[in-house]
């Protein structure tokens, strides 16, 4: 069974950092871009960081670039999305989910279309 499962979100005050993880089960997550996309209360899902699946190429949203960087752990399986300089405007559910549709293993985007497995989501909050 294929399998995204998010974990690292929790309650964290302005200025902190937290690291979110993306454990993926039942495939290899080296053979898929990683994307995190981001739902804040009454907002549409919004896509604020890829990685490739080969992790040559990084993408992230102008709200967070420069505060959030991902990586990979090819042993654990696992995707992280290592979050800064946190602001209350950052406190939304955060989603990771897979996608094998990219020709090319140093490419990713932003678009949720693209993505065909979704984690459950998790929870980040952040407090002025």
């Known amino acids: 069974e294929v399998q995204l499962v998010e974990s690292g979100g929790g309650l964290v005050q302005a200025g902190g950092s937290l690291r979110l993880s993306c454990a993926a089960s039942?495939?290899?997550?080296?053979?898929?871009?990683i994307g995190w996309f981001q739902q804040a209360p009454g907002k549409e899902r919004e896509g604020i960081s890829c990685?490739?699946?080969?992790?040559?190429?990084?993408e992230f949203a102008d709200s967070v670039k420069g505060r959030f960087t991902a990586s990979r752990d090819s042993a654990a399986n696992t995707v992280f999305l290592h979050m800064a300089s946190l602001q209350p405007e950052d406190t939304a559910v955060y989603f990771c989910?897979?996608?094998?549709?990219?020709?090319?293993?140093?490419?990713?985007?932003?678009?949720?279309?693209?993505?065909?497995?979704w984690g459950q989501g998790i929870q980040v909050t952040v407090s002025s």
């Open positions: 989910a897979a996608s094998a549709r990219y020709y090319s293993p140093a490419y990713c985007d932003l678009e949720s279309y693209e993505y065909d497995f």
């Open positions: 039942g495939f290899s997550s080296d053979d898929y871009a």
């Open positions: 990685i490739s699946s080969s992790g040559a190429m990084t």
